[in-house]
């Protein structure tokens, strides 16, 4: 079993910025490739970033591409989020996922453990 806790969520004003945090255990967490994902009011689930279990590889969505910054510290059993230049779109419950190897991914279906979530709101 693991288990994801994320935290560093809140309200921010646009062109600002967040730092969230996911924290695991229950596995050997440098093993695994980690990624974020976001669902906003009656929208699906996308994908926002992911890393490789080294940290040596990752992937953005587009939208988030030179604003946001995946990162972990596998001695912590800690995946980070660094989130700037923050816009109102960016609203959302953020996700943190566990991914089944070590390869990163950008497809929900290939996480198998997820945290609870945890809200931004960006006012504009």
């Known amino acids: 079993q693991v288990q994801l806790v994320e935290s560093g969520g809140g309200l921010v004003q646009a062109g600002g910025s967040l730092r969230l945090s996911c924290a695991g255990s229950?596995?050997?967490?440098?093993?695994?490739?980690m990624g974020w994902f976001r669902q906003a009011p009656e929208k699906e689930r996308e994908f926002v970033a992911a890393i490789s279990w080294t940290g040596a590889n990752t992937d953005y969505a587009d939208s988030v591409k030179g604003r946001f910054t995946i990162s972990r510290d596998n001695a912590k059993n800690t995946v980070y989020l660094q989130m700037n230049s923050l816009k109102s779109e960016d609203t959302a419950v953020y996700y943190c996922?566990?991914?089944?190897?070590?390869?990163?991914?950008?497809?929900?279906?290939?996480?198998?453990?997820w945290g609870q979530g945890t809200q931004v709101t960006v006012s504009s």
């Open positions: 996922a566990a991914g089944r190897g070590p390869i990163l991914t950008t497809l929900h279906r290939e996480y198998d453990y």
């Open positions: 229950g596995r050997t967490f440098g093993r695994y490739a």
